[in-house]
């Protein structure tokens, strides 16, 4: 895939394959109530240019699926593939799309999938608050931590 070179926010578009993996509504809902964020796009999202599409993916399609949960949009913190944990730097560069996407969205429920997700919402380690409901009066939503599929593919367990 070409890169996009209107995104200079980060270092990130130095070295991804894909710049700027935007979110994507999936399911047969005209308007999803629910938005997944999780952190960034994986090397398999980077190659193909869409969120969730690795094992990562494949993983939450199945928990949804098993909830009965057909209809979301589904997007990540950060935007770029990065090579480790994205820096605060790569979640501040991209605070500005998340924030418009939820505006664009305006989802009932978010589902903030493992730490930067939720530190993006909330604060704590997501191993103490996954599950937790927390309304946030400045989104108009409800946000739910949760652990996010990597992590679960991991450790199963912890499913």
């Given at each position: 895939m070409p890169r996009n070179p209107s995104?200079?926010?980060?270092?990130?578009?130095?070295?991804?394959?894909?710049?700027?993996?935007f979110g994507e509504q999936r399911g047969n809902g005209s308007s999803p109530q629910i938005m997944i964020v999780g952190?960034?796009?994986?090397?398999?999202?980077?190659?193909?240019?869409r969120p969730f599409v690795g094992k990562s993916g494949d993983e939450l399609k199945r928990i949804l699926d098993r909830a009965g949960i057909d209809s979301y949009?589904?997007?990540?913190?950060?935007?770029?593939?990065?090579?480790?944990?994205?820096?605060?730097?790569?979640?501040?560069?991209?605070?500005?799309?998340?924030?418009?996407?939820?505006?664009?969205?305006?989802?009932k429920y978010?589902?903030?999938?493992?730490n930067t997700a939720w530190h993006r919402f909330g604060r704590g380690p997501i191993t103490e608050n996954a599950g937790?409901?927390?309304?946030?009066?400045?989104?108009?939503?409800?946000?739910?931590?949760?652990?996010?599929?990597?992590?679960?593919?991991r450790a199963p367990g912890r499913r």
């Open positions: 995104c200079t926010d980060c270092d990130l578009c130095q070295s991804a394959s894909t710049v700027c993996i952190e960034a796009p994986g090397a398999t999202e980077d190659a193909l240019g949009y589904v997007t990540n913190v950060v935007k770029c593939f990065p090579a480790g944990t994205p820096e605060p730097g790569h979640v501040k560069a991209c605070k500005p799309y998340l924030e418009e996407e939820i505006k664009d969205v305006q989802p978010i589902l903030a999938l493992g937790k409901e927390i309304y946030s009066a400045a989104l108009g939503c409800w946000v739910f931590p949760a652990l996010h599929p990597a992590a679960i593919l």
